[in-house]
C-alpha cells in the first residue's frame, strides 16, 4: 500500500472524507459494516468481557439494595463519594456528542459528519450510566417516583430545593432531547439498511425504524427543518444541563465548592472529557471496521484542537480557584487549597495537573496531533484525569472540613469500583451492540460531502500519510 510523504500534503489538502469514493462506495462500506462483516472474535471477545462487567454491576446493585449505602465507602464527613464523581464524569462524556451534533451542526462545520452518530449514540449511553447514580443515592430504589411530580392523592411532591432533583430532570430532559436528535439523523439510514438487507427480520425491523422514509423531496424537507429545530433545541443542553450539576455543590457552603466558577468551569471540563471519549471510541473503530477513509486524520487533529482548547480553558480554572481561594481572605478557603496540594490527597491534585494541563499541551505539536495511537494513549490519560478532578473536588473539599475533630479519610469499598467497572462496562458493550446493528457513520451526511472531494487527486488507499499509522 503506498503512502503520501508527510511534505507532499498539508492538513489543508485533507478533506473530510478521502478522495475516489462514489454515493455507492460509501453505502457499501458503511452499511456492510452492519450487514455483512460478521463480529469476529476480538468483537465476541470484548462483548462477553463487558457482559461480565455489566453482570459484576447488577451484582452490586443487588447488594446495595439488600444492605444500603453503608457498603460503600461513604462516612461523616465524607458523605459523597464514588457515585457523585461517576455520575459527574459520566454526564461530561456525554456532553461531547451533543456538542459535535448540535454546535457543529449550527455552526455547519463539515468535519461533523463522519463522527456525530457514533458521539450521539455515546451521549445517549453515557447518561444512561449517569442516570444510574440518582437512583443509586436514594438508598431505597424502588422509590424514586419520589423525585417526580406526579399527580397523587396524598399530595406528596419533590423537594425542589434538592440537588438530587435538578439532577433528575436536568437528566431526563436530556437523555429525552439527544435520543430525539440522535433518531431522527438514523431515519433515511435506517431506509438504506432496510432496503439493502438480506434478512426477513431485519428488514422488517429497519423498516419500522424508517417510519416509511422514500427520500422524496417533501421527506428531506421536512427531515432537514426537524433535524435543525432539534440542534437549535439540543446546543443550550451542552452549557445548560452540567450547569445544573455543577450547582449541586455551589449552592453548598463548603470551602472548595461555594464558587461562582463552578458552571462555566464544568461545562469546560465536560467537553474536554468528552472528545477524549470521543477519540477512545473513534480510532479502534476506524482501524478495525476499515474506516480510515471516513474517519481521517483531519477529524483527529480537530478533536485535538479541541482538546487542547477546552484543556486551556480547565487550566485557567484551575488557577483561577487557588488563585481566588487566596485573594479572597477566607482561612477556609485558603487552607482547603492548601490542602488539596500537599493534604493526604495531594497525589491526587498533582495527578490531575499532569494528565489535564500538561498532557493537553503536547497537542501544539502537529505531529502529535496527526500520530493516531499517541492521540488514543493521551486520551486515555485525560480520561483517567478527569474521573481524578472529580475525586479531587468531592473528596479532597470533605474530608476535612471545617471542625478539626471530625475530619477523616475516605476509603472506596470493593462495591465502589464494582459499580464503576460495571457501568464502564455497560457503556462499552451498548457502545459494540450499537456497531454491529446500526450505522456508525451517517451515510447520507457522508454522501452529501462526496461531491467534494477531488476524484482524481489520490486513490483512497494512498489517503492516509505513513506517519498518522
Excluded at 487549597?337 to 495527578?351: A, E, H, V
Excluded at 499541551?361 to 499517541?374: D, E, G, N
Excluded at 479532597?396 to 476509603?411: A, E, K, N, V
Aim: overall charge positive; aromatic content about 18%.
Amino acid at each position: 500500500m503506498s503512502t503520501v510523504p508527510i511534505k507532499s500534503m498539508t492538513l489543508r489538502d485533507y478533506p473530510v472524507i478521502a478522495p475516489g469514493h462514489t454515493y455507492g462506495t460509501v453505502t457499501d462500506v458503511i452499511s456492510d459494516v452492519v450487514l455483512k462483516r460478521p463480529g469476529g472474535k476480538l468483537w465476541w471477545l470484548c462483548v462477553l468481557f463487558c457482559f461480565g462487567l455489566v453482570s459484576l454491576l447488577g451484582l452490586a446493585v443487588v447488594y446495595l439494595i439488600a444492605k444500603g449505602v453503608g457498603i460503600w465507602g461513604v462516612n461523616i464527613p465524607v458523605a459523597w463519594g464514588f457515585a457523585i464523581v461517576n455520575f459527574v464524569w459520566w454526564i461530561g462524556i456525554g456532553h461531547a456528542g451533543t456538542f459535535i451534533s448540535a454546535m457543529l451542526l449550527l455552526m455547519r462545520q463539515d468535519w461533523r459528519t463522519s463522527i456525530n452518530r457514533s458521539t450521539e449514540a455515546m451521549t445517549l449511553f453515557a447518561v444512561m450510566c449517569a442516570g444510574m447514580f440518582p437512583l443509586f443515592h436514594l438508598g431505597r430504589i424502588w422509590r424514586f417516583y419520589y423525585l417526580l411530580p406526579y399527580p397523587n392523592p396524598m399530595e406528596l411532591w419533590p423537594q425542589f430545593r434538592s440537588a438530587l432533583v435538578w439532577d433528575v430532570f436536568a437528566v431526563s430532559t436530556y437523555f429525552t432531547v439527544s435520543l430525539l436528535f440522535w433518531y431522527i439523523g438514523l431515519v433515511p439510514d435506517l431506509a438504506t439498511l432496510r432496503d439493502r438487507a438480506k434478512n426477513k427480520i431485519l428488514k422488517i425491523v429497519y423498516a419500522i425504524g424508517a417510519m416509511g422514509w422514500r427520500g422524496s423531496s417533501i421527506h428531506w424537507q421536512r427531515y432537514q427543518s426537524c433535524y435543525l429545530l432539534l440542534g437549535g433545541l439540543a446546543a443550550p443542553l451542552v452549557v445548560s444541563v452540567h450547569s445544573v450539576v455543577s450547582m449541586d455543590f455551589a449552592e453548598a457552603v463548603v470551602p472548595g465548592w461555594h464558587t461562582a466558577i463552578f458552571p462555566p468551569y464544568f461545562v469546560a471540563g465536560a467537553i474536554f472529557s468528552g472528545f477524549a471519549m470521543v477519540l477512545t471510541l473513534l480510532i479502534p473503530l476506524r482501524y478495525f471496521y476499515g474506516l480510515k477513509d471516513f474517519i481521517t486524520v483531519k477529524h483527529i487533529d480537530n478533536c485535538c484542537k479541541m482538546l487542547l482548547v477546552t484543556g486551556l480553558i480547565v487550566f485557567y480554572g484551575y488557577a483561577s480557584e487557588a488563585f481566588m481561594g487566596w485573594y479572597s481572605g477566607d482561612i477556609y478557603e485558603r487552607f482547603m487549597n492548601l490542602n488539596r496540594m500537599f493534604g493526604p490527597y495531594g497525589w491526587s491534585f498533582w495527578t490531575i495537573i499532569a494528565c489535564n494541563c500538561i498532557a493537553p499541551q503536547f497537542f501544539w505539536i502537529r505531529r502529535i496531533r496527526q500520530c493516531v495511537p499517541l492521540v488514543f494513549v493521551f486520551s486515555l490519560i485525560i480520561q483517567f484525569g478527569m474521573w481524578l478532578e472529580r475525586f479531587v473536588i468531592i473528596v479532597g473539599s470533605l474530608h476535612r472540613d471545617f471542625i478539626p475533630t471530625q475530619w477523616g479519610m475516605y476509603y472506596p469499598t470493593f462495591w465502589d469500583y464494582a459499580v464503576l467497572a460495571g457501568t464502564i462496562g455497560f457503556f462499552f458493550l451498548c457502545f459494540l451492540l450499537f456497531v454491529k446493528l446500526l450505522p456508525s457513520i451517517s451515510i447520507a451526511e457522508v454522501r452529501e460531502l462526496v461531491h467534494q472531494t477531488d476524484h482524481g487527486k489520490h486513490p483512497p488507499e494512498s489517503f492516509e500519510p505513513a506517519f498518522a499509522k
